[in-house]
């Protein structure tokens, strides 16, 4: 039965998407990047991070850094984010039914909690975690465990994201994949969720069958 639920935030509980290709494409700007199109988007959805990466001709070495100027850009335009529709009420009877929901997420807790505040939803969420590095996701999260004295039976990950599907199938924990977020269905389909669920009221669904 699970105990504890595990959401992502950009793309799963927030909808940024618009904010984070405008911000990298200004960040591409400076640095020299190519920057993205609208008619890229599709086809960037169908790629993992490596293969954007590759497509973008971004730099490897320069992802930290690129990290770190994209929070402090987010940050400044974080009034303009908004909670995907439906979730903010999810997330509120979950709270009900004695399960501690948290955010782990390669956004930055500073970012998270401002974002919250502003949606009034500051004590939704049991704990923010912030992973370091976008690549070792399943390294928070085998630290979140660890930390909580659970097992990957007792916990669920929801996020948007093949490389959540791959860090939570390193560790067998169980992961719905959500896809109004950043990946394709298709791409999320690729990694062999646990659960895929098309709408925030398929995932409540879900959720409940586990809990």
Known sequence: MVKHILFDFDGTLVDSRALL??????????????????QDLATLRSMSISERVDQ???PVLQIPKLMVTGRQLYHD????LHIVPGMKEIIAKLATQNIKSSILSSNSEANIRLCLRKNKMES?????????HIFGKHNSIRKVMKQWGTTPARMIYVGDELRDIESCKKLGVP???????????????????????????DLYRTLMNLV
């Open 175 to 201: 992961i719905v994949a959500v896809t109004w977020g950043y990946d394709s269905a298709q791409l999320l389909m690729s990694g062999k969720p646990d659960y895929l669920v098309n709408t925030p009221g």
């Open 56 to 58: 973008l001709g971004v």
């Open 77 to 80: 335009n974080i009034r303009s």
């Open 124 to 132: 939704a969420f049991k704990e923010i975690i912030s992973a370091k």
């Open 21 to 38: 290709v405008r911000l990298y494409n200004e960040m591409a700007a400076q640095y020299r990047f190519r920057p993205i199109r609208d």
